[in-house]
């Protein structure tokens, strides 16, 4: 079955480390997403990218970068950690230039920044 | 102001209660709508799309009214397996990111 896998699951870092969020999908989606996840604050938009080489800034792109060298994998990194970067982190793809189709989500990615 | 805005709850309710969730969204471009469930600590899944003519998908009832922006979810006969918290989420037309709104916790007691 086709999925979207996140790693790690959880991590702890330091301030000031780079940090990277790795998102691996099966699906052939086009489209990957992602987002962090803050209490009172919803999902918001990181970073997204529409194909290979395509990356674009979300409303929350501060400090973070992406890049997108192939169809399956686009890894998030965390250029300087900082504590406000503590948060859930989710990965998500879609299906090609088609707005009403379902997002798939991985599962998570706590992230501690002591 | 939030571009997606939904009241953060949580709604009690009793099993076998009908509960209806309101969303509102500022972006009149907005084109495409739909209801998320997010379990604890787990990631969102659709729970169903909501279209202009309203739809259905068992005990579940979305509407959409696109002249005072807002969405809502229905759901009858509440569950023990309901509780959750729903997202309600749209985007625009050109844009392939969603948009969520915070979320509404429901807790069903037995």
């Known amino acids: 079955d086709a999925e979207i896998t996140q790693s790690p699951r959880h991590k702890i870092t330091e301030t000031g480390r780079q940090v990277t969020l790795a998102c691996h999908q099966t699906?052939?989606?086009?489209?990957m997403f992602w987002y962090r996840q803050d209490l009172g604050h919803g999902l918001r938009l990181i970073h997204y990218s529409y194909g290979v080489h395509d990356t674009n800034k979300g409303e929350v792109s501060d400090g973070y970068s992406v890049s997108r060298s192939n169809t399956e994998d686009l890894p998030l990194t965390l250029e300087s950690a900082a504590s406000s970067q503590t948060s859930v982190y989710f990965c998500?793809?879609?299906?090609?230039?088609?707005?009403?189709?379902?997002?798939?989500f991985g599962q998570g990615t706590r992230l501690t920044v002591v | 102001r939030k571009e997606v805005e939904q009241d953060p709850g949580p709604f009690n309710v009793p099993e076998g209660a009908t509960v209806a969730f309101n969303c509102t969204y500022s972006n009149s471009a907005s084109q495409s709508f739909f209801w998320y469930r997010q379990d604890c600590r787990k990631e969102p899944k659709l729970l169903m799309s909501?279209?202009?003519s309203g739809n259905e998908d068992g005990r579940f009832t979305a509407q959409l009214n696109r002249a005072s922006q807002y969405i809502s979810l229905l759901i009858r006969d509440s569950k023990l397996s309901d509780s959750a918290t729903y997202l309600c989420?749209?985007?625009?037309?050109?844009?392939?990111?969603?948009?969520f709104g915070s979320g509404t916790r429901l807790q069903v007691q037995p």
């Open positions: 699906w052939n989606h086009n489209n």
């Open positions: 909501v279209y202009s």
């Open positions: 989420v749209v985007n625009w037309a050109g844009r392939r990111a969603l948009t």
């Open positions: 998500a793809s879609s299906d090609v230039g088609l707005e009403n189709t379902e997002a798939f």
